[in-house]
């Protein structure tokens, strides 16, 4: 029988949980109260430590966001002294406390104590985040916390709690100050260990990932698993990756120190230009879209002998899921493919490592022979060498006569494969596949075959990862709350409280412009500029004076009060076409239309 938890996860919905947010910024706790409310959750906003203390006595929560600077207390001792009280952290139901803090690096420098809270979540408040966190990260509040609160004493002795104080890898490369996620050291049977945990905030983690044991690229798995460690530059001192590593070990020191942190630069200056939308994405195909991007490199196949597939790519992930999703990535255009070469599939285990050989049609040995094949023109006895030799001469086995003259009494038109185990001769024998990995053996013809291909990036790859989802169009926007501004999400969460107060509706437009690579690249970015602050003049001037415009980083967005989101839905083409009346460049406005409705 399924719990709750696993019934909900079965059918896609979340778990509606009773919250605790401890902030004491007015702003945040706007923010926070209008997205989980909407989404069904049921929300108490306090100020400071000693409200949440009093706050958890008092009630049942199943989630417990405390920023870790409050007034008061801070987050450490509210945790501590919760758990200290009677009744509380003796292995019984308990909240899930979750840390948001801008200072990531201050709180997991607290050792131990960090590991109070079961996850720490970095400010800015980005709330997609936060309701992942929440509706999917653990099942119920019962059950035991992901990291548990030991002392530091009893941290595992290969897990460092601080970057640099393990014993160093490799003195060189630790001598350049950089923080590194060390493999396997940082991840203990599969799970990662404390210290990864800071690797979810770029800037605020780490700065590569350093490997200092052999490892294949099954063994990086949890580096997709978690957001951002994905797009860590990958140094392989073990020596196993090859050339899925982004760099290897090899060197002297003074190289090696060079080569890296001219790696780690590189990574950076390209992740600042990378939209938080492929950073934080979900999706696999746009993490591996990303991680090309950050890497600076086409995605080139190479020859691996030690995968099943035989290929390998450069890129710390398995080549069997890089193609399936590379292949979703060409469909959409964002990347090109170019062909590498063609491979064969085994039927039994899905496998391409081969023994390709020539064999008998009959009994498929490959014990053949190469002999010449002999036609003797006055009987028209044709067959190999090895039928017409007796001795030195060469007799017809047909017609007994003896063989004098090439050209004259008989030619050799060609070589026959003769089998040593059963005798039998042809001119064509067989191409057989023996699979070295599973044993099964199969015709050439009942093998399948698959082209292996390189990956560059396309202008449109390249414009989705600067500009996210305004680039993907209407059809496919969902709005993400980090690219609201502050005052636009104080005046959203008014209207939502509207809204739930008495069903006062509201529209939140959403406004891309989807020209606007093709505009820089024409005419240059001051054009796309100036074209977009003529649309959003006049676009204001169409709306209701109660409307707020509001102007963002990728996107412009307007707050249409008691207005339902269908009729507006239904205006934004005229809106569109009459703001856009009299400019010489089309920025490609699109809009999209939210309602209460669609921010839950």
Not at 29 to 35: E, M, R, S, T
Not at 97 to 106: L, P, Y
Request: aromatic content about 8%.
């Amino acid at each position: 029988m399924m719990t709750g938890a696993e019934e909900a996860a079965d059918t896609g919905e979340a778990i509606r949980k009773r919250i605790l947010v401890a902030e004491d910024s007015a702003i945040t706790q706007d923010l926070l109260k209008l997205v989980l409310t909407l989404r069904g959750h049921t929300v108490d906003i306090v100020n400071d430590g000693r409200e949440a203390f009093d706050a958890l006595l008092a009630n049942r929560y199943d989630i417990a966001l405390l920023d870790y600077h409050m007034p008061a207390m801070d987050g450490i001792e509210v945790v501590d002294a919760y758990l200290s009280a009677d009744g509380n952290g003796a292995g019984g139901p308990r909240p899930r406390f979750i840390a948001v803090t801008a200072d990531v690096d201050g709180l997991v420098s607290q050792g131990g104590n960090s590991k109070r809270f079961d996850k720490i979540v970095p400010k800015p408040v980005d709330v997609d985040q936060i309701c992942r966190v929440i509706e999917t990260t653990w099942a119920t509040p019962a059950t035991e916390p992901e990291h548990e609160a030991v002392s530091d004493d009893e941290a595992p002795a290969s897990v460092p709690v601080a970057p640099g104080d393990a014993e160093s890898a490799d003195p060189a490369l630790e001598s350049l100050g950089l923080r590194f996620l060390r493999w396997p050291q940082d991840v203990e049977s599969g799970a990662l260990a404390e210290r990864t945990r800071r690797a979810e905030v770029p800037g605020a983690g780490f700065d590569a990932v350093l490997v200092t044991a052999r490892a294949s690229v099954a063994d990086l798995a949890p580096l997709w698993r978690l957001q951002t460690l994905h797009l860590l530059p990958v140094i392989d001192l073990g020596g196993g990756l090859g050339r899925a590593a982004d760099m290897d070990g090899s060197g002297s020191a003074v190289e090696r120190s060079a080569r890296a942190r001219a790696l780690v630069e590189g990574f950076r200056d390209r992740l600042a230009r990378l939209h938080n939308d492929l950073i934080y994405s979900s999706d696999l195909s746009e993490r591996l879209l990303a991680r090309v991007i950050v890497a600076g490199r086409p995605l080139s196949p190479f020859y691996n002998a030690a995968d099943p597939a035989l290929i390998g790519y450069t890129m710390p992930l398995d080549p069997t899921l890089v193609s399936a999703e590379a292949a979703k990535l060409v469909a959409a255009g964002y990347l090109k493919p170019a062909f590498y070469d063609r491979l064969h599939r085994c039927p039994g285990c899905g496998g391409s490592q081969f023994n390709v050989r020539e064999e008998c049609p009959s009994c498929r040995s490959a014990d053949l022979s190469e002999e010449s094949y002999l036609h003797h023109y006055s009987c028209a006895y044709q067959g190999p060498e090895s039928d017409f030799r007796q001795g030195d001469d060469l007799i017809c086995p047909k017609c007994r006569k003896a063989l004098t003259y090439f050209g004259g009494d008989y030619d050799k038109p060609g070589i026959m494969m003769v089998c040593r185990g059963c005798g039998q001769a042809t001119s064509e024998p067989t191409v057989g596949f023996q699979c070295l990995r599973c044993g099964f053996h199969a015709d050439a013809d009942a093998v399948s075959d698959y082209d292996v291909f390189s990956y560059d990036l396309t202008d449109k790859g390249r414009d989705f990862a600067e500009v996210g989802g305004a680039y993907l169009g209407v059809a496919q926007k969902t709005l993400r709350f980090a690219d609201l501004s502050l005052d636009l999400v104080v005046a959203l969460n008014e209207e939502a409280r509207r809204f739930n107060d008495d069903g006062t509706p509201f529209s939140l437009l959403e406004i891309a412009y989807r020209y606007e690579r093709q505009i820089d690249r024409e005419h240059g970015p001051r054009q796309f500029r100036k074209a977009r602050e003529a649309f959003l003049e006049n676009f204001r001037a169409l709306l209701p004076e109660t409307a707020k415009v509001v102007r963002g980083r990728a996107y412009d967005f307007a707050l249409l009060m008691a207005a339902h989101p269908g009729d507006i839905r239904s205006q934004t083409d005229d809106l569109i076409r009459r703001a856009g009346r009299g400019m010489r460049l089309d920025p490609g406005v699109e809009i999209t239309v939210f309602g209460a409705e669609d921010l839950a």
